[in-house]
């Protein structure tokens, strides 16, 4: 079992940056790919950005390439999602996730946070 609580969310004009930061309890943390959602309102949630296990392969949706990037520290058992030259079109809830697989799918992950929001005004 893995228990998942982002935190870091918040109000942002556009073009500013936050990061976000789940903590997850797991001892076995090192052993989950861990990947970050968002979902809009009236959206479906969709993938963002992902991390392997050992941190060293990083994927993102296209519409975050460059503006955003996943990290994890092993060690205090974390991963960020740094968020710069945000826009009006990135407010959402953000969830963190744990799984097998560093996929960009709802079912390669087996454990959810319960979401922090993040508002971008223009």
């Known amino acids: 079992q893995v228990h998942l609580v982002e935190s870091g969310g918040g109000l942002v004009q556009a073009g500013g940056s936050l990061r976000l930061s789940c903590a997850a309890s797991a001892r076995t943390f090192s052993s989950y790919a861990m990947g970050w959602f968002r979902q809009a309102p009236g959206k479906e949630r969709e993938f963002v950005a992902a991390i392997s296990w050992s941190g060293g392969k990083a994927y993102y949706t296209d519409s975050v390439k460059g503006r955003f990037t996943i990290s994890r520290d092993n060690a205090k058992n974390t991963v960020d999602l740094q968020m710069g030259n945000l826009k009006p079109e990135d407010t959402a809830v953000y969830y963190c996730?744990?799984?097998?697989?560093?996929?960009?799918?709802?079912?390669?992950?087996?454990?959810w946070g319960q979401g922090t929001q993040v508002t971008v005004s223009s």
């Open positions: 996730a744990a799984g097998f697989s560093p996929g960009s799918t709802l079912y390669d992950y087996d454990y």
